[in-house]
């Protein structure tokens, strides 16, 4: 079990903040200290610096033993938002693999529609040719006037066309 101790007002005055103060304000003002007083950044000798830091660090852990109530929430808060980040994670990679499974089935049916296409290119002209040729009476009139003109032009009929 770990000991309870009692912040002085020492650690009040290092942190610059108020024993009124909530735990959340006390984390910030220590947090800006810490990024103006840590020897990688601060001007001063990093022998002082350290000092600052360590004296920093100690009023920060004193105030954070008397507000014992508010390490566990903080703890609470950090693990709900930590697992919402895996959370939502995990949703991008599953909707990522559905996505990329949806574009392969889309380019299969575009395949298959191609080769189904071109299959039916290929075998219509020969069904409609053997068709006409076994079957007259299934063509359109339009067809069977067509049909009927091209036998006058090339004279299959045996009528001359003059021109008066």
Not at 14 to 27: C, K, M, N, S, Y
């Amino acid at each position: 079990m770990t000991e309870m101790r009692t912040p002085s007002p020492e650690a009040y005055a290092t942190l610059g903040v108020q024993p009124e103060d909530d735990f959340a304000t006390i984390r910030r003002a220590w947090r800006k200290l810490v990024r103006a007083h840590h020897p990688d950044v601060s001007d001063a000798d990093p022998d002082t610096a350290t000092k600052t830091l360590t004296k920093l660090n100690e009023a920060y852990d004193m105030m954070r033993w008397h507000h014992p109530d508010k390490a566990p929430e903080v703890r609470r808060i950090e693990q709900a938002a930590s697992r919402a980040r895996r959370e939502a994670l995990q949703a991008r990679r599953i909707l990522a693999n559905a996505l990329r499974q949806a574009a392969a089935r889309a380019a299969e049916a575009r395949t298959a529609s191609k080769a189904a296409a071109q299959a039916s290119k290929t075998t219509r002209p020969a069904a409609s040719a053997q068709v006409i040729a076994t079957r007259p009476h299934s063509l359109t009139p339009a067809q069977r006037r067509f049909a009927a003109a091209r036998k006058a032009m090339s004279n299959q009929q045996g009528r001359t066309l003059r021109c008066a």
